[in-house]
């Protein structure tokens, strides 16, 4: 993975992450991804008071490629103020892994610059899905 893509995705995260409505975790999320046809799409968590409504990051910019019509994500990272780099929780893992394939790169990343950077199948070896190949 290019470090311009690397550095231009965690530009994007962080930028929304200043956006993060987090005012009952205090945890401020920002992710960006980059879809194969090079767009980056970005989101930040929104939580609730009713805790289960919040929406994460990812979900977020998830939402947003598929807003702008696009299906499939290259690369994604996720950047968060904590002592070290930021992976997905388990949830966004499997919501990540609709749009990815096992290759894809998704970079956890901290406000200090720590990046780590991890395939899909590494965070969720054997993935459930149902139909991969058509992407509907
Ligand atoms: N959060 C994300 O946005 N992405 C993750 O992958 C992990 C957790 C958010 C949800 C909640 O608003 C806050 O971080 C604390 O869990």
Do not use: W
């Given at each position: ?94 919501r990540i892994s609709e749009f990815a394939h096992s290759g894809t790169r998704i970079i956890a990343g901290n406000h200090a610059g720590l990046r780590q950077i991890f395939t899909m199948d590494e ?14």
């Amino acid at each position: 993975m290019d470090d311009s893509v690397i550095g231009a995705l965690f530009d994007a995260a962080t930028k929304v992450r200043a956006h993060a409505y987090a005012p009952y975790s205090r945890f401020k999320v920002g992710a960006a991804l980059i879809c194969e046809d090079g767009r980056i799409f970005a989101g930040c968590n929104v939580e609730n008071a009713a805790f289960p409504s919040g929406t994460c990051a990812e979900q977020g910019a998830i939402a947003a490629m598929i807003a702008g019509g696009a299906r499939q994500i290259a690369a994604i990272a996720i950047v968060g103020d904590a002592p070290t780099p930021v992976a997905p929780c388990g949830a966004c893992r499997q919501r990540i892994s609709e749009f990815a394939h096992s290759g894809t790169r998704i970079i956890a990343g901290n406000h200090a610059g720590l990046r780590q950077i991890f395939t899909m199948d590494e965070l969720l070896p054997q993935a459930f899905s149902l139909r991969k190949d058509t992407m509907a």
